[in-house]
Nanobody, 120 residues
Framework: QVQLVESGGGLVQAGGSLRLSCAAS????????MAWYRQGPGKQRELVAR???????NYADSVKGRFTISRDNAKNTAYLQMNSLKSEDTAAYYC??????????????WGQGTQVTVSS
């Protein structure tokens, strides 16, 4: 089993910055993909950014140029640096990882979510 612990959410004014962290622990042999999703009020969960083990990244159009995803493979930790925050970024942010377990199979895991609220 794999556990994900997210941190870094909070209340920030529009134009401000926050940095989210997601630390994975447990029965992990490797992590192929680490990603951040978000779900705003009354909205579906959407992909914000993802990063592969090799460092390739993808971003939602709405956050390109403002958010940066990174990872520390030695610590099994992903980060999401969020700059120039807007009110529409208000959402619960969820970490998602695709990890190889002890049985050599890959599974997807979700964190519990961390709330980001941007006041205008």
């Amino acid at each position: 089993q794999v556990q994900l612990v997210e941190s870094g959410g909070g209340l920030v004014q529009a134009g401000g910055s926050l940095r989210l962290s997601c630390a994975a622990s447990g029965n992990i042999r490797s992590i192929r993909i680490m990603a951040w999703y978000r779900q705003g009020p009354g909205k579906q969960r959407e992909l914000v950014a993802r990063i592969t083990s090799g460092g390739s990244t993808n971003y939602a159009d709405s956050v390109k140029g403002r958010f940066t995803i990174s990872r520390d493979n030695a610590k099994n930790t992903a980060y999401l640096q969020m700059n120039s925050l807007k009110s529409e970024d208000t959402a619960a942010y969820y970490c998602n990882v695709e990890a190889e377990s002890g049985d050599s199979l890959y599974y997807k895991y979700w964190g519990q979510g961390t709330q980001v609220t941007v006041s205008s």
